[in-house]
Protein backbone atom coordinates (compact mmCIF):
# COMPACT_ATOMS: atom_id res chain seq x y z
CA UNK A 1 0.00 0.00 0.00
CA UNK A 2 1.29 3.15 -1.09
CA UNK A 3 1.94 5.78 1.74
CA UNK A 4 3.46 9.43 1.77
CA UNK A 5 4.00 10.85 4.93
CA UNK A 6 4.77 14.85 5.15
CA UNK A 7 6.70 16.48 8.36
CA UNK A 8 8.27 19.40 8.86
CA UNK A 9 5.68 22.16 9.38
CA UNK A 10 5.15 24.46 12.35
CA UNK A 11 4.32 27.70 13.65
CA UNK A 12 7.59 29.55 11.41
CA UNK A 13 8.03 33.67 11.91
CA UNK A 14 7.91 35.68 8.61
CA UNK A 15 11.12 35.98 6.95
CA UNK A 16 12.30 32.53 8.32
CA UNK A 17 13.04 29.67 6.16
CA UNK A 18 11.44 26.07 6.29
CA UNK A 19 12.42 22.48 5.15
CA UNK A 20 9.39 20.29 4.78
CA UNK A 21 9.75 16.56 4.24
CA UNK A 22 7.69 13.37 2.26
CA UNK A 23 8.54 10.03 2.88
CA UNK A 24 7.31 7.31 0.80
CA UNK A 25 6.92 3.55 0.99
CA UNK A 26 5.01 1.19 -0.51
CA UNK A 27 5.77 2.41 -4.47
CA UNK A 28 9.28 2.35 -6.21
CA UNK A 29 9.58 6.01 -5.30
CA UNK A 30 11.97 6.69 -7.88
CA UNK A 31 10.15 5.53 -10.68
CA UNK A 32 7.60 8.62 -10.23
CA UNK A 33 7.09 12.42 -10.03
CA UNK A 34 6.26 14.26 -7.55
CA UNK A 35 4.24 16.92 -6.53
CA UNK A 36 3.48 19.44 -3.68
CA UNK A 37 0.39 20.92 -3.01
CA UNK A 38 -1.21 23.47 -0.63
CA UNK A 39 -4.04 24.43 0.79
CA UNK A 40 -5.13 27.86 2.66
CA UNK A 41 -7.20 27.89 5.31
CA UNK A 42 -10.82 27.21 3.93
CA UNK A 43 -9.48 27.79 0.21
CA UNK A 44 -8.90 25.74 -2.75
CA UNK A 45 -6.19 23.51 -3.83
CA UNK A 46 -3.26 25.38 -5.40
CA UNK A 47 -0.34 22.91 -6.84
CA UNK A 48 3.41 24.46 -5.89
CA UNK A 49 6.00 22.46 -7.91
CA UNK A 50 6.85 18.91 -9.36
CA UNK A 51 10.02 17.09 -9.97
CA UNK A 52 10.27 14.57 -12.09
CA UNK A 53 11.30 11.02 -11.15
CA UNK A 54 15.02 11.31 -11.38
CA UNK A 55 15.21 14.91 -10.37
CA UNK A 56 16.48 16.58 -13.59
CA UNK A 57 13.19 18.66 -13.97
CA UNK A 58 11.70 21.09 -11.26
CA UNK A 59 8.53 23.75 -12.38
CA UNK A 60 7.10 25.77 -9.91
CA UNK A 61 4.00 27.79 -9.73
CA UNK A 62 4.84 31.17 -10.71
CA UNK A 63 3.52 32.25 -7.15
CA UNK A 64 6.39 30.54 -5.18
CA UNK A 65 9.03 30.95 -8.45
CA UNK A 66 12.40 31.82 -6.82
CA UNK A 67 11.71 31.19 -2.77
CA UNK A 68 10.82 27.39 -3.42
CA UNK A 69 12.73 24.73 -4.56
CA UNK A 70 11.79 21.47 -4.57
CA UNK A 71 14.45 18.19 -4.36
CA UNK A 72 14.04 14.62 -3.79
CA UNK A 73 16.68 11.90 -2.43
CA UNK A 74 15.65 8.54 -4.14
CA UNK A 75 17.80 6.84 -2.06
CA UNK A 76 16.06 8.18 1.00
CA UNK A 77 12.55 7.95 -0.66
CA UNK A 78 12.18 11.49 0.47
CA UNK A 79 10.94 14.72 -1.20
CA UNK A 80 11.44 17.98 0.08
CA UNK A 81 10.49 21.57 -0.40
CA UNK A 82 12.35 24.42 0.66
CA UNK A 83 10.92 27.21 1.29
CA UNK A 84 12.40 30.89 2.05
CA UNK A 85 11.54 34.03 2.78
CA UNK A 86 8.13 32.74 4.69
CA UNK A 87 5.03 35.25 4.31
CA UNK A 88 1.73 35.14 5.94
CA UNK A 89 0.51 34.21 2.62
CA UNK A 90 2.25 30.74 2.66
CA UNK A 91 0.58 29.47 5.90
CA UNK A 92 -1.15 26.29 4.67
CA UNK A 93 -1.52 22.49 4.65
CA UNK A 94 0.89 21.19 2.39
CA UNK A 95 0.64 17.66 0.80
CA UNK A 96 3.16 15.72 -1.05
CA UNK A 97 1.69 13.91 -3.98
CA UNK A 98 2.61 11.20 -6.69
CA UNK A 99 1.88 11.19 -10.38
CA UNK A 100 1.73 8.53 -12.21
CA UNK A 101 3.22 9.27 -15.71
CA UNK A 102 5.27 5.71 -15.42
CA UNK A 103 1.95 4.74 -16.59
CA UNK A 104 0.85 7.67 -19.11
CA UNK A 105 -1.47 8.76 -16.77
CA UNK A 106 -1.41 12.63 -15.76
CA UNK A 107 -3.10 12.73 -12.33
CA UNK A 108 -2.15 12.82 -9.05
CA UNK A 109 -3.10 9.41 -7.99
CA UNK A 110 -1.78 9.00 -4.12
CA UNK A 111 -1.61 12.16 -1.70
CA UNK A 112 -0.23 12.11 2.00
CA UNK A 113 -2.00 13.43 4.90
CA UNK A 114 -0.55 17.16 4.98
CA UNK A 115 1.54 19.38 7.25
CA UNK A 116 0.64 22.32 8.50
CA UNK A 117 2.54 25.20 8.19
CA UNK A 118 1.75 28.50 10.28
CA UNK A 119 3.60 31.88 9.53
CA UNK A 120 3.18 34.17 12.31
CA UNK A 121 5.32 36.32 14.48
CA UNK B 1 -8.33 33.58 -10.23
CA UNK B 2 -7.91 30.22 -11.65
CA UNK B 3 -7.49 28.96 -14.79
CA UNK B 4 -10.09 26.11 -14.51
CA UNK B 5 -13.67 27.71 -13.54
CA UNK B 6 -16.00 25.11 -11.67
CA UNK B 7 -19.26 26.45 -9.83
CA UNK B 8 -18.80 27.20 -6.11
CA UNK B 9 -21.70 25.01 -5.11
CA UNK B 10 -24.22 22.38 -6.19
CA UNK B 11 -26.49 20.15 -4.46
CA UNK B 12 -28.80 17.34 -5.12
CA UNK B 13 -31.37 14.88 -3.48
CA UNK B 14 -30.13 11.00 -2.27
CA UNK B 15 -30.61 8.88 -5.33
CA UNK B 16 -30.20 12.08 -8.02
CA UNK B 17 -27.58 12.95 -10.76
CA UNK B 18 -25.38 15.92 -10.29
CA UNK B 19 -22.94 17.09 -12.64
CA UNK B 20 -20.01 19.95 -11.87
CA UNK B 21 -18.33 21.76 -14.94
CA UNK B 22 -14.90 22.83 -15.14
CA UNK B 23 -14.26 25.46 -18.14
CA UNK B 24 -10.91 26.41 -19.18
CA UNK B 25 -9.47 27.12 -22.30
CA UNK B 26 -8.25 24.77 -25.03
CA UNK B 27 -4.40 24.70 -23.67
CA UNK B 28 -5.46 22.86 -20.36
CA UNK B 29 -8.98 21.46 -21.51
CA UNK B 30 -9.78 21.26 -25.13
CA UNK B 31 -6.61 20.36 -26.43
CA UNK B 32 -5.49 17.67 -23.99
CA UNK B 33 -7.21 14.78 -22.55
CA UNK B 34 -4.98 15.25 -18.80
CA UNK B 35 -8.35 16.50 -16.86
CA UNK B 36 -8.29 14.86 -13.57
CA UNK B 37 -11.05 15.55 -10.61
CA UNK B 38 -10.22 14.92 -7.07
CA UNK B 39 -12.76 14.40 -3.95
CA UNK B 40 -11.87 16.49 -0.46
CA UNK B 41 -13.69 15.34 2.83
CA UNK B 42 -13.23 18.19 5.28
CA UNK B 43 -9.90 17.52 7.48
CA UNK B 44 -8.92 15.01 4.70
CA UNK B 45 -6.41 14.81 2.28
CA UNK B 46 -7.57 14.86 -1.67
CA UNK B 47 -8.48 11.70 -3.16
CA UNK B 48 -8.42 10.89 -6.98
CA UNK B 49 -11.58 9.86 -8.78
CA UNK B 50 -11.51 10.63 -12.33
CA UNK B 51 -8.33 10.75 -14.67
CA UNK B 52 -7.82 11.41 -18.01
CA UNK B 53 -10.96 13.01 -18.60
CA UNK B 54 -13.23 9.82 -18.37
CA UNK B 55 -10.76 6.79 -16.25
CA UNK B 56 -11.98 5.59 -13.01
CA UNK B 57 -9.19 4.47 -10.57
CA UNK B 58 -9.54 0.97 -9.36
CA UNK B 59 -12.11 1.07 -6.06
CA UNK B 60 -13.92 4.34 -7.25
CA UNK B 61 -17.68 3.84 -7.46
CA UNK B 62 -18.80 3.33 -11.24
CA UNK B 63 -21.51 6.23 -10.14
CA UNK B 64 -18.80 8.77 -10.74
CA UNK B 65 -18.03 9.63 -14.35
CA UNK B 66 -16.39 12.01 -16.39
CA UNK B 67 -16.81 13.42 -20.13
CA UNK B 68 -15.40 16.26 -21.89
CA UNK B 69 -16.91 18.93 -24.86
CA UNK B 70 -14.66 21.69 -26.35
CA UNK B 71 -13.18 23.31 -23.51
CA UNK B 72 -15.65 22.13 -20.41
CA UNK B 73 -15.22 18.87 -18.53
CA UNK B 74 -17.74 17.25 -16.54
CA UNK B 75 -17.99 15.13 -13.48
CA UNK B 76 -21.36 13.71 -13.29
CA UNK B 77 -22.09 11.67 -9.97
CA UNK B 78 -25.56 9.58 -10.00
CA UNK B 79 -27.18 7.74 -7.18
CA UNK B 80 -26.11 10.68 -4.89
CA UNK B 81 -25.26 9.32 -1.63
CA UNK B 82 -24.76 11.08 1.89
CA UNK B 83 -21.22 10.30 1.62
CA UNK B 84 -21.14 11.62 -1.82
CA UNK B 85 -20.83 15.35 0.25
CA UNK B 86 -17.55 16.92 -0.50
CA UNK B 87 -15.64 19.43 -2.13
CA UNK B 88 -15.03 18.46 -5.80
CA UNK B 89 -11.27 19.88 -7.81
CA UNK B 90 -10.98 19.62 -11.91
CA UNK B 91 -7.40 19.81 -12.20
CA UNK B 92 -5.14 19.72 -15.44
CA UNK B 93 -2.11 18.52 -16.22
CA UNK B 94 0.24 19.50 -18.83
CA UNK B 95 3.93 20.19 -18.08
CA UNK B 96 2.53 22.00 -14.94
CA UNK B 97 -0.82 21.39 -12.92
CA UNK B 98 -3.47 23.86 -12.08
CA UNK B 99 -6.34 23.26 -10.36
CA UNK B 100 -10.13 24.63 -10.31
CA UNK B 101 -11.60 26.80 -7.57
CA UNK B 102 -13.47 23.84 -6.34
CA UNK B 103 -17.33 22.66 -5.51
CA UNK B 104 -18.80 22.25 -2.56
CA UNK B 105 -21.46 19.21 -3.18
CA UNK B 106 -24.25 19.12 -0.72
CA UNK B 107 -26.50 16.26 -0.52
CA UNK B 108 -29.99 17.90 1.04
Known amino acids: QVQLVESGGGVVQPGRSLRLSCTAS????????MHWVRQAPGKGLEWVAIISYDGSSKYYADSVKGRFTISRDNSKNTLYLQINSLRAEDTAVYYC??????????????WGQGTLVTVSS | QSALTQPASVSGSPGQSITISCTGT?????????VSWYQQHPGKAPKLMIYDVSNRPSGVSNRFSGSKSGNTASLTISGLQAEDEADYYCSSYTTKVVFGGGTKLTVL
Open chain 1, 26 to 33: GVVFSSYG
Open chain 1, 97 to 110: AKDDLYNDIFALDF
Open chain 2, 26 to 34: SSYVGDYNF
